[in-house]
């Protein structure tokens, strides 16, 4: 069964970056992989996706500010958030897309003065 296992999340104020991390204890060569996140009280959402060709899309509201990476051959993905808000807040996941695997633990943004 594949493991994920997100990290590097924490507490920043507006307009600073944080650089979330994803390891997957599986291959993901050939795989779609994504970020998604859950704010308090609101459902899981995608936030970005990166296709094995490397084609990207994010969600609107974080186009322009977090970019999305992968490594295959240590099986991470990444993602770079810039001028974050507090709109931001919430569990970041990552995953496969656009079927799942069982959900990691996720790791917590919070962009709070």
């Known amino acids: 069964q594949v493991q994920l296992v997100e990290s590097g999340g924490g507490l920043v104020q507006p307009g600073g970056s944080l650089r979330l991390s994803c390891t997957v204890s599986?291959?993901?060569?050939?795989?779609?992989m994504a970020w998604y996140r859950q704010a308090p009280g609101e459902q899981r959402e995608l936030v970005a996706r990166m296709t094995t060709d490397r084609s990207i899309n994010y969600l609107d509201s974080v186009k322009g500010r977090f970019t999305i990476s992968r490594h295959n051959d240590k099986g991470a993905v990444y993602v770079q958030m810039d001028s974050l808000t507090p709109e931001d807040t919430a569990v970041y996941y990552c995953?496969?897309?656009?079927?799942?695997?069982?959900w990691g633990q996720g790791t917590q943004v919070t962009v709070s003065s």
């Open positions: 599986g291959t993901i060569f050939g795989i779609y």
């Open positions: 995953n496969s897309y656009p079927s799942t695997w069982t």
